[in-house]
């Protein structure tokens, strides 16, 4: 029965197979691979939700075309069951095969997306139930349908013209359902993110569709043109001449949020990367942040490729902050971050830096020249290695003159921390040396017995710096030993580097001056580098300690490899395949008018108008159609892109990440609702211009199709 | 019009029935709709009242402390604190009550090693107490706390120096606080004695501190004690406290407590005490109040609804029992407009009689309500809301009568005169708002159902109930009618006469299956109503545990191993005490509640609600640690190790950690052990009731860190000479540096035929040696509150 029905109505069957195929793939793909990947897979609803719509017309246009044999086998004395099932068992086939096929392509698609996701994929129960419920309601609907046909008295079915029937319960209920689904849609996307929020640009293009449709029927025959007539008035008298738009609508709006969103989201993941990396190269440093100030010193003393960063990725906004060397910003980093909200930081960046700063101790030998000396004294030069570790260094002063013992571990770069002098004696030192770099200036007199036991290492009470907006006023900070000190802010800045929205921003090399002990073990350490930074500087970054390097690019697959980028994915398959489905609805709508038209262009024959004119009447018809969707997706999209863009988690932001850029795009609204209103309107033009040629008025008497 | 009058009593005596019925409902409709309102606001307000009285008062309360010049007199200083205080305060605080405290000082004579005593002055004082001893009145004497006379070793009527000089005071009574008068003190905890803290690196500790001494004022005028002057300002909260005074009052609260506004009168020597968290309660009620108002609006809304629906039905009937009067008028050829008044004034005679007495008993109904469950005293004003309600209901009542006049004239005469109405079908605009109710209630059931998170509730959840009632009253009303028919069908040639007319009738004069639909949504909504209360009573029950956790909880300054020592102590089976501590963790900014889990399940309030699936018992086998825990009872430690490390020093210390007999962390030296076998015997203090092993610290000779390559083997741990029970012969794990720097103990430590063996591997000094038992794991399980931020690693201690 299907090939014979296929056979003999090839073309509305394939649509309708079509139409099931892309529904049920579409709904079991996104199902399965959004339980794979833990993505909300609402946005599957919204394209079950329009194929069904699609196909109760396009069933009920299917239907309606064999109406006469359906009374004839009533005229024979058949059962309204059995007319039920005559009308629907074909379809009720060929559902189920296109269910299956769809259901196997969708399996195939999500374990191809999944795969792509790398996650492991099986078939689970929820597919199965997603292809049943697809076939159940398709089943739903051709039942209903057909229900509603055997009913027809008898007379009715076998007129040649059908008579004009005001809508029924269950349609009326339906757009209602559609609108008011669209309105609670909107309200629940401005404060909620359920299914019905992440639904929402569906379900409101359904409804501006719905409404849509409503306009077009209520607008009087009008124009003195008969095209233009005609046109209207055939919008007036069939309820079911303009429910094609329904579904462009949808697509249209659907599409617009999709790119919207997709274009927001890669603003955002951009962003995000660049302000997460810091700079075009990103070398972790696992021995702390005098480590990595150390080897960026070290591996580039001119400070022309390398940047040392640390952060401290705290969860209390006010104490994430991050210390990078700011001279060296930028150079190094230059515009690099231009685009993201840190913007032109390097201005900010020249008031931070100055001096002093930490002083690198590089060599295996520490000498104290010291006059004077007088009795024993006993120097403690405490420091941090290069492991990060505290070391304490004793000196034994017993005669003027230059005194030297070993020095273990210092070859990237020391910091001293603490000198301290103890013993019966006093001595005046003027020099702490390791290799030609001194600690020290100037004559230090230390007399412990006299409390002159320590020589002062240390800079300001408060470190100037940058906190981000809405922080407060922020009086204190830890350093990277993780010791309290005052903090003093000198000016905002739109981002923290490495850890984004939320953070205050200091200079590394007074802060590492100013720490007490080595860098605390939750310190992320980078040094970052440009892109053009030389091999040799960079084997020497290496070899002083830096880890494998992480780049933009990284970055950018780590943020694309989200549970939110994989809804915005989502998202866009559901826009293609709402797009999909809406011409393939106009395909099939346009079709089933064919043999009207053509009627009507006979009659017009006979009566002196000539087919070119009606063919004119039918591209006005689709263009007027084409437009008024049009200006309908344009409107949503300028008015509700925003609202409805907010449920859907585009980004996979911690609080601490910038914020995603929800503005409403006009180019891009507008575009969108072009490219989709106009693939409609050519569809539909090129349908129902076509036929006129064969539209002789001998075939009225015929009234065969 | 006299006789249009008459003719309208009349009607209305005629069918006294559905009169009384429609004047009953309008009453109810119009009593609703006033009392609705007021109640709601009276609600919402003893809501506020009631939730800021039930706050602890110390979290409410301002306290400053003030110190005042060397020259003032004592009670010229409590005027002078009152004063500044109350200027600080600005309204909404009640007088300030003033004690006047000696300020803290090391006595060297209080306890055995020291104590920081505390004297307190109060007028009053001697009768907030129960007092053992008469009260201190004259010089230098004093009234302690009965809890501290052993530990200060003093008896009523003995005296003593606390200070190091010659200053004598004399104890003339004992108190001992009362929960009476927490009012009083404010502060339970002003009442109390703390035991000695030991200083460590990260705390540092106090001396004993009992609780305050009562004393004459006199004490601190004649003897030279430095004192200060502490003034509490309790909030006040009268019934008619308005949402916005307590927003200002919170607003100037929050703004002494950041100290910003410069503006504010705060002189230099009043200082303000850290602890009250008005701004945050006062935030978080105002938001419970919204919330509390946006759920009872249903309830209000609909009972008027209800009686709205059945109304115009009552109202519809007896229009069609006048049918008859309205055609003989028209026959007599009276004009449209005086049908119209002949037709109305019935309806309006009745909406005029039942408003005022709506009205009426509205309000009464109010007062009395308000009178017997919410706080006393509250004012119950005619809110606007009633009277609009009121007015909303007349109009409501006033269209409905119309509608219904307007069917009834515009039948035709004939229609009239026959008396029997035929069928019709219903309006297209009816139709419609039926189907526009029920996709409304379907959407928003399923918006609701779908939701991602439960947040405060938004205007669908308000709505639901209400669109559900009314969507399930038309279900029924359409599912009556499909039934009858089927009925009238089956009926036609089969069963008794009866049935059949009855079911025709149904299916024939639709509007009658309207009254299903009132009643439907009256079961609707009271069914919500009923699952709203049982919910809330759920939710009284969840909160009052959360804030107590079983039947009585005792505040402690005990710390968390005392605590637990002290409640194993009294309560050795685990049947009634259950020791509990909560901190706040700076790092990740939230609370955490740390419990001795193995009693959870018999000693706490713990509603399944919090832990859906998860009973207390389940809960605390889950929390539980593995195994039971190394006890040491005795005074002298043995271990035996076989020393195999090379490193910076030639012998190996051990540490032995372990919570004492009071339940402090307490650590003590075993060793150093030289190379190769060797026993040594180290004393181990506070440990004759049993202590608990924490771990084992290895290193230098006093167990410091350095260096070290080799193993190292334990084969024996001894107390007084006897094997310690368990310990040689069950898991043992290595600890993470508390400080994150790497672990000297390679691999996991072993334990073979009584011998626990242990490799290490240190080349920097800054490596950590420990091991531990394996009751406690490496990874403490820890239930996370719903809305807490997950961390993967914690602090502990």
């Given at each position: 029965m299907?090939?014979?029905?296929?056979r003999?109505?090839?073309?509305?069957?394939?649509m309708?197979?079509?139409?099931?195929?892309v529904?049920?793939?579409?709904?079991?793909g996104?199902?399965?691979?959004?339980r794979?990947?833990?993505?909300?897979?609402?946005?599957a609803?919204?394209?079950?939700?329009?194929?069904?719509?699609?196909?109760?017309?396009?069933?009920?246009?299917?239907?309606r075309?064999?109406?006469?044999?359906?009374?004839?086998?009533r005229?024979?004395?058949?059962?309204?069951?059995?007319v039920?099932?005559?009308?629907?068992?074909?379809?009720?086939m060929?559902?189920?095969?296109?269910?299956v096929?769809?259901?196997?392509?969708?399996?195939?698609?999500?374990?191809?997306l999944?795969?792509?996701?790398?996650?492991?994929?099986?078939v689970k129960?929820?597919?199965?139930?997603?292809?049943?419920?697809?076939l159940?309601?398709?089943?739903?609907?051709?039942?209903?349908?057909?229900?509603?046909?055997?009913?027809?008295?008898l007379?009715e079915?076998?007129?040649?013209?059908?008579r004009?029937?005001?809508?029924?319960?269950?349609?009326?209920?339906?757009e209602?359902?559609?609108?008011?689904?669209?309105?609670?849609?909107?309200?629940?996307?401005?404060?909620?993110?359920?299914?019905?929020?992440?639904a929402?640009?569906?379900?409101?293009?359904?409804?501006?569709?719905q409404?849509?449709?409503?306009?077009?029927?209520s607008v009087?025959?009008?124009?003195r043109?008969?095209?233009?007539?005609?046109?209207?008035?055939?919008?007036?008298?069939d309820?079911?001449?303009?429910?094609?738009?329904?579904l462009?609508?949808?697509?249209?709006?659907?599409?617009?949020?999709?790119?919207?969103?997709m274009?927001a989201?890669?603003?955002?993941?951009?962003?995000?990367?660049?302000?997460?990396?810091g700079g075009?190269?990103?070398?972790?440093?696992?021995?702390?942040?005098?480590r990595?100030?150390?080897?960026a010193?070290?591996?580039d003393?001119?400070?022309?490729?390398?940047?040392?960063?640390?952060?401290?990725?705290?969860q209390?906004?006010?104490?994430?902050?991050?210390?990078v060397?700011?001279?060296?910003?930028q150079?190094?980093?230059?515009?690099?971050q231009?685009?993201?909200?840190?913007?032109d930081?390097?201005?900010?960046?020249r008031q931070?830096?100055?001096e002093?700063?930490?002083t690198?101790?590089?060599?295996?030998?520490?000498e104290?020249?010291?006059?004077?000396?007088s009795?024993?004294?006993?120097l403690?030069?405490?420091?941090?290695?290069?492991?990060?570790?505290?070391?304490?260094?004793?000196?034994?002063?017993?005669?003027?003159?230059?005194?030297?013992?070993?020095?273990?571990?210092?070859?990237?770069?020391?910091?001293?921390?603490?000198?301290?002098?103890?013993?019966?004696?006093?001595?005046?030192?003027?020099?702490?040396?390791?290799?030609?770099?001194s600690?020290?200036?100037?004559?230090?007199?230390?007399?412990?017995?006299n409390h002159?036991?320590?020589?002062?290492?240390?800079?300001?009470?408060?470190e100037?710096?940058?906190?981000?907006?809405?922080l407060?006023?922020?009086?204190?900070?830890?350093?990277?030993?993780?010791?309290?000190?005052g903090?003093?802010?000198?000016?905002?800045i739109g981002?923290?580097?490495?850890?984004g929205?939320?953070?205050?921003?200091?200079?590394?090399?007074?802060?590492?001056?100013?720490?007490?002990?080595?860098?605390?073990?939750?310190?992320?350490?980078?040094v970052?580098?440009?892109?053009?930074?030389?091999?040799?500087?960079?084997?020497?970054?290496?070899?002083?300690?830096?880890?494998?390097?992480?780049?933009?690019?990284a970055?950018?697959t780590?943020?694309?490899?989200?549970?939110?980028?994989?809804?915005?994915?989502?998202?866009?398959?559901?826009?293609?395949?709402?797009?999909?489905?809406?011409?393939?609805?106009?395909?099939a709508?346009?079709?089933a008018?064919?043999?009207?038209?053509?009627?009507?262009?006979?009659?017009?024959?006979i009566?002196?108008v000539?087919?070119?004119a009606?063919?004119?009447?039918?591209?006005?018809?689709?263009?007027?159609?084409?437009?008024?969707?049009?200006?309908a997706?344009?409107?949503?999209?300028?008015?509700?892109?925003?609202?409805l863009?907010?449920p859907?988690?585009?980004v996979?932001g911690?609080?601490?990440m910038?914020?995603?850029?929800?503005?409403?795009?006009?180019v891009?609204?507008?575009?969108?609702?072009?490219?989709?209103g106009?693939?409609?309107g050519?569809?539909?033009?090129?349908?129902?211009?076509?036929?006129?040629?064969?539209?002789?008025p001998?075939?009225?008497?015929?009234?065969d199709? | 019009?006299?006789g249009l009058?008459?003719?309208?009593?009349?009607?209305?005596?005629?069918?006294?029935?559905?009169?009384?019925?429609?004047?009953?409902?309008?009453?109810?409709?119009?009593?609703?709709?006033?009392?609705?309102?007021?109640?709601?606001?009276?609600?919402?307000r003893?809501?506020?009242?009631?939730k800021?009285?039930?706050e602890p008062?110390?979290?409410?309360?301002?306290t400053f402390?003030?110190?005042?010049?060397?020259?003032?007199?004592?009670?010229?200083?409590?005027?002078?604190?009152?004063?500044q205080?109350?200027?600080a305060?600005?309204?909404?605080?009640?007088?300030?009550?003033?004690?006047?405290?000696?300020?803290?000082?090391?006595?060297?004579?209080?306890?055995?090693?020291?104590?920081?005593?505390?004297?307190?002055?109060?007028?009053?004082?001697?009768q907030h107490?129960?007092?053992?001893?008469?009260?201190?009145?004259?010089?230098?004497?004093?009234?302690i706390?009965?809890?501290?006379s052993?530990?200060?070793?003093?008896?009523?009527?003995?005296s003593?120096?606390?200070?190091?000089?010659?200053?004598?005071?004399?104890?003339?009574?004992t108190?001992?606080p009362?929960?009476a008068?927490?009012?009083?003190?404010?502060?339970?905890?002003?009442?109390?004695?703390?035991?000695a803290?030991?200083?460590?690196?990260?705390n540092?500790?106090?001396?004993?501190?009992?609780?305050?001494?009562l004393?004459?004022?006199?004490?601190?005028?004649?003897?030279?004690?430095?004192?200060?002057?502490v003034?509490?300002?309790?909030?006040?909260?009268?019934?008619?406290?308005e949402?916005?005074?307590?927003?200002?009052?919170?607003?100037?609260?929050a703004?002494?407590?950041?100290?910003?506004?410069?503006?504010l009168?705060?002189?230099?020597s009043?200082?303000?005490?850290?602890?009250?968290a008005?701004?945050?309660?006062a935030?978080?009620?105002?938001?419970?109040?919204?919330?509390?108002?946006d759920?009872?609006?249903?309830?209000?809304?609909?009972?008027?609804?209800?009686?709205l629906?059945?109304?115009s039905r009552?109202l519809?009937?007896?229009m069609?029992?006048?049918?008859?009067?309205?055609?003989?008028?028209?026959?007599r050829g009276w004009?449209?407009?005086?049908?119209?008044?002949l037709?109305?004034?019935?309806?309006?005679?009745?909406?005029?009689?039942?408003?005022p007495?709506?009205l009426?008993?509205g309000y009464?109904?109010?007062?009395?309500?308000?009178?017997?469950?919410l706080v006393?005293g509250l004012?119950?004003?005619?809110a606007?809301?009633?009277?609009?309600g009121?007015?909303l209901?007349v109009?409501?009542?006033?269209?409905?009568?119309?509608?219904?006049?307007?069917?009834?004239?515009?039948?035709?005469?004939?229609?009239?005169?026959?008396?029997?109405?035929?069928?019709?079908?219903?309006?297209?605009?009816?139709l419609?708002?039926?189907?526009?109710?029920?996709?409304?209630?379907?959407?928003?059931?399923?918006?609701?159902?779908?939701?991602?998170?439960?947040?405060?509730?938004?205007a669908?959840?308000?709505?639901?109930?209400?669109?559900?009632?009314v969507?399930?009253?038309?279900?029924?009303?359409?599912?009556?009618?499909?039934?009858?028919?089927?009925?009238v069908?089956?009926?036609?040639?089969?069963?008794g006469l009866?049935?059949?007319v009855?079911?025709?009738?149904?299916r024939r004069?639709?509007?009658?299956?309207?009254v299903?639909f009132?009643?439907?949504?009256?079961?609707a909504?009271?069914v919500f109503?009923?699952?709203?209360?049982?919910?809330?009573?759920?939710?009284?029950?969840?909160?009052a545990?959360?804030?107590?956790?079983a039947a009585?909880s005792?505040s402690?300054?005990?710390?968390?191993?005392?605590?637990?020592?002290?409640t194993?102590?009294?309560?050795?089976?685990?049947?009634w005490?259950?020791?509990?501590?909560?901190?706040?963790?700076?790092?990740?900014?939230?609370?955490?509640?740390?419990?001795?889990?193995?009693?959870?399940?018999?000693?706490?309030?713990?509603?399944?609600?919090?832990?859906?699936?998860?009973?207390?018992?389940?809960?605390?086998q889950?929390?539980?640690?593995?195994?039971?825990?190394?006890?040491?009872?005795?005074?002298?430690?043995?271990?035996?190790?076989?020393?195999?490390?090379?490193?910076?020093?030639a012998?190996?210390?051990?540490?032995?950690?372990?919570?004492?007999?009071?339940?402090?962390?307490?650590?003590a030296?075993?060793?150093?052990?030289?190379?190769g076998?060797?026993?040594?015997?180290?004393?181990?203090?506070?440990?004759?009731?049993?202590?608990?092993?924490?771990r084992?610290v290895?290193?230098?000779?006093?167990?410091l860190?350095?260096?070290?390559n080799?193993?190292?083997?334990?084969?024996?741990?001894?107390?007084?000479?006897?094997?310690?029970?368990?310990?040689?012969?069950?898991g043992w794990?290595?600890?993470?540096s508390?400080?994150?720097?790497?672990?000297?103990?390679?691999?996991?430590p072993?334990?073979?035929?009584?011998?626990?063996?242990l490799?290490f591997?240190?080349?920097?000094?800054?490596?950590?040696?420990?091991?531990?038992?394996?009751?406690?794991?490496?990874r403490?399980p820890?239930?996370?509150?719903?809305?807490?931020?997950?961390?993967?690693?914690?602090?502990?201690?």
């Open positions: 299907l090939f014979r029905r296929l003999a109505h090839g073309s509305d069957s394939l309708t197979l079509a139409l099931v195929v529904v049920t793939t579409v709904g079991v996104v199902v399965g691979a959004g794979v990947t833990h993505t909300s897979a609402a946005v609803f919204v394209v079950v939700l329009a194929g069904l719509t699609a196909l109760a017309d396009q069933v009920g246009a299917e239907m075309a064999h109406r006469r044999d359906l009374a004839l086998g005229l024979r004395g058949q059962t309204r069951a059995g039920t099932s005559f009308a629907a068992a074909p379809l009720l060929l559902t189920f095969v296109a269910a096929v769809g259901a196997v392509l969708g399996v195939g698609f999500a374990s191809r999944a795969h792509r996701w790398d996650a492991s994929y099986s129960l929820p597919e199965i139930a997603v292809a049943l419920a697809v159940v309601c398709c089943w739903v609907t051709v039942f209903a349908v057909a229900l509603g046909l055997s009913r027809q008295p007379g079915a076998l007129a040649v013209r059908q004009r029937h005001g809508a029924s319960l269950l349609v009326r209920f339906t209602l359902l559609i609108i008011v689904a669209a309105v609670v849609a909107v309200y629940e996307a401005r404060q909620d993110n359920g299914w019905l929020a992440i929402a640009p569906g379900l409101v293009g359904l409804g501006v569709g409404v849509l449709v409503w306009l077009l029927q009087p025959p009008f124009g043109r008969l095209g233009g007539f005609l046109t209207t008035r055939r919008f007036g008298r309820a079911l001449a303009v429910g094609v738009v329904r462009i609508v949808a697509a249209g709006v659907v599409a617009v949020t999709t790119a919207s969103a274009s989201s890669h603003h955002w993941r951009d962003q995000a990367a660049r302000v997460s990396v075009p190269l990103s070398f972790p440093v696992e021995a702390g942040a005098l990595a100030y150390a080897a010193h070290d591996a003393p001119g400070g022309r490729w390398l940047l040392p960063i640390a952060a401290y990725d705290e209390r906004p006010d104490h994430r902050r991050v210390f060397d700011s001279a060296r910003w150079r190094v980093v230059g515009d690099f231009s685009s993201t909200s840190l913007g930081a390097g201005a900010a960046f931070l830096k100055g002093p700063t930490v690198l101790l590089r060599g295996s030998r520490l104290v020249d010291a006059t004077g000396v009795g024993r004294i006993g403690t030069v405490r420091l941090v290695d290069d492991a990060n570790i505290p070391r304490e260094i004793r000196i034994r002063l017993d005669h003027s003159g230059t005194t030297g013992v070993d020095l273990r571990g210092c070859r990237v770069g020391c910091a001293a921390v603490d000198i301290t002098a103890a013993g019966p004696g006093h001595a005046a030192v003027t020099a702490v040396r390791v290799g030609s770099t600690l020290v200036r100037g004559n230090h007199m230390l007399d412990p017995a002159q036991n320590r020589i002062a290492l240390h800079g300001l009470p408060r100037p710096g940058f906190a981000t907006p809405g407060g006023k922020v009086a204190s900070i830890d350093g990277v030993d993780g010791q309290a000190k903090f003093h802010q000198i000016g905002e981002a923290a580097p490495l850890l929205a939320q953070g205050l921003v200091l200079d590394l090399g007074r802060t590492l001056l100013d720490a007490r002990s080595g860098s605390i073990p939750v310190t992320i350490a980078r970052v580098a440009r892109a053009d930074t030389p091999a040799a500087v960079l084997d020497r970054l290496r070899a002083d300690g830096a880890g494998t390097p992480t780049s933009y690019d970055a950018v780590r943020l694309s490899g989200t549970r939110e980028a994989h809804g915005v994915e989502f998202a866009a398959l559901q826009a293609l395949a709402l797009v999909v489905l809406a011409l393939l609805h106009a395909l709508w346009a079709r008018r064919v043999p009207d038209r053509r009627r009507e262009t006979a009659s017009l024959r009566v002196g000539s087919s070119r009606a063919r004119t009447s039918y591209a006005v018809e689709s263009s007027v159609l084409a437009g008024s969707a049009i200006v997706i344009v409107a949503v999209g300028l008015l509700l892109d925003r609202v863009l907010a859907l988690r585009l996979s911690a609080p601490e910038p914020p995603v850029d929800l503005s409403t795009q006009p891009l609204v507008l575009s969108t609702a072009l490219v989709v106009v693939l409609g050519l569809v539909l033009a090129f349908v129902l211009t076509r036929p006129s040629a064969a539209s002789r001998a075939a009225l008497r015929s009234d199709r | 019009m006299r009058l008459a003719t309208a009593l009349r009607g209305l005596r005629s069918r006294g029935l559905l009169t009384a019925g429609a004047l009953v409902l309008t009453i109810i409709a119009v009593a609703s709709a006033v009392l609705g309102p007021i109640y709601q606001t009276g609600a919402t003893s809501f506020l009242v009631e800021l009285r039930s008062p110390i979290l409410t309360a301002l402390d003030y110190t005042p010049d060397a020259s003032l007199s004592v009670d010229a200083a409590v005027v002078d604190a009152d004063a205080a109350t200027e305060a600005g309204t909404g605080f009640a007088a300030p009550h003033s004690f006047v405290f000696s300020q803290p000082g090391l006595a060297p004579n209080v306890g055995p090693n020291g104590g920081e005593p505390r004297l307190v002055s109060v007028p009053g004082a001697c107490v129960q007092l053992t001893g008469r009260c201190p009145t004259n010089l230098n004497e004093i009234a706390l009965a809890a501290d052993q530990q200060l070793g003093v008896k009523i009527g003995g003593f120096h606390p200070w190091a000089d010659s200053r004598t005071v004399k104890v003339v009574a108190y001992r009362r929960a008068d927490a009012g009083f003190w404010l502060l339970d905890t002003r009442l109390q004695s703390s035991p803290v030991p200083a460590t690196p990260i540092p500790g106090h001396p004993y501190r009992p609780g305050p001494w004393t004459p004022q006199s004490t601190f005028e004649k003897t030279l004690v430095p004192w200060t002057v003034a509490d300002l309790t909030l006040e909260t009268p019934p008619d406290l949402t916005t005074q307590l927003a200002a009052v919170a607003r100037h609260t703004a002494l407590i950041n100290d910003q506004a410069a503006a009168p705060l002189p230099d009043a200082l303000l005490e850290p602890g009250n008005l701004p945050r309660i935030a978080d009620v105002l938001a419970r109040q919204n919330v509390a108002r759920t009872v609006t249903p309830a209000v809304v609909s009972l008027v609804l209800v009686a629906v059945l109304l009552l519809a009937a007896a069609e029992l006048r049918r008859g009067e309205l055609a003989l008028a028209s026959l004009s449209r407009r005086r049908l119209w008044v037709g109305l004034v019935e309806p309006l005679l009745i909406v005029g009689v039942s408003t007495v709506g009426v008993l009464l109904a109010a007062r009395v309500l308000a009178r017997s469950w006393p004012p119950v004003p005619l606007l809301g009633s009277l609009a009121a007015a209901v109009v409501a009542t006033g269209v409905v009568a119309v509608l219904v006049v307007r069917d009834a004239l515009s039948e035709t005469l004939s229609a009239q005169i026959g008396g029997v109405r035929r069928p019709s079908k219903a309006g297209r605009l009816g419609v708002l039926q189907l526009l109710m029920v996709a409304a209630a379907v959407v928003v059931t399923f918006a609701a159902a779908t939701r991602g998170h439960t947040g405060a509730p938004d669908t959840d308000l709505l639901l109930p209400i669109l559900l009632a969507a399930a009253g038309i279900a029924s009303g359409a599912a009556a009618l499909v039934v009858a028919d089927l009925w069908r089956f009926t036609r040639q089969r069963r009866a049935s059949y009855g079911a025709r009738t149904v004069r639709r509007e009658g299956t309207l299903i009132p009643l439907t949504a009256a079961m909504i009271a109503a009923a699952g709203v209360s049982g919910a809330a009573a759920a939710w009284r029950g969840s909160t545990a959360t804030e107590v956790g009585a005792y402690t300054t005990l710390s968390m191993g005392q605590a637990v020592r002290l194993h102590d009294l309560d050795p089976q685990g049947r005490l259950m020791a509990i501590a909560e901190d706040s963790l700076p790092q990740v900014d939230q609370a955490r509640l740390i419990a001795d889990t193995p009693r959870l399940a018999r000693v706490a309030d713990w509603p399944t609600s919090w832990t859906p699936g998860l009973g207390p018992g389940a809960l605390a889950r929390l539980e640690l593995t195994g039971p825990s190394i006890e040491l009872r005795g005074s002298r430690l043995g271990m035996t190790v076989d020393n195999r490390v090379r490193g910076d020093f012998q190996l210390g051990v540490e032995v950690d372990y919570l004492d007999d009071q339940g402090n962390t307490t650590s030296p075993v060793g150093p052990f030289r190379p076998r060797s026993t040594q015997v180290n004393r181990l203090p506070h440990c004759r009731q049993g202590c608990t092993l924490l084992l290895f290193g230098g000779p006093d167990a860190v350095e260096s070290m080799g193993s190292a083997a334990i084969s024996s741990l001894t107390l007084d000479g006897h094997r310690v029970a368990d310990a040689l012969d069950r794990r290595a600890i993470d508390p400080i994150g720097t790497p672990s000297a103990v390679r691999g996991a072993t334990v073979a035929g009584g011998t626990l063996s490799d591997r240190a080349d920097t000094s800054n490596s950590y040696g420990a091991v531990t038992t394996d009751d406690a794991p490496a403490v820890v239930l996370w509150g719903r809305g807490a931020r997950q961390t993967p690693r914690l602090a502990n201690g």
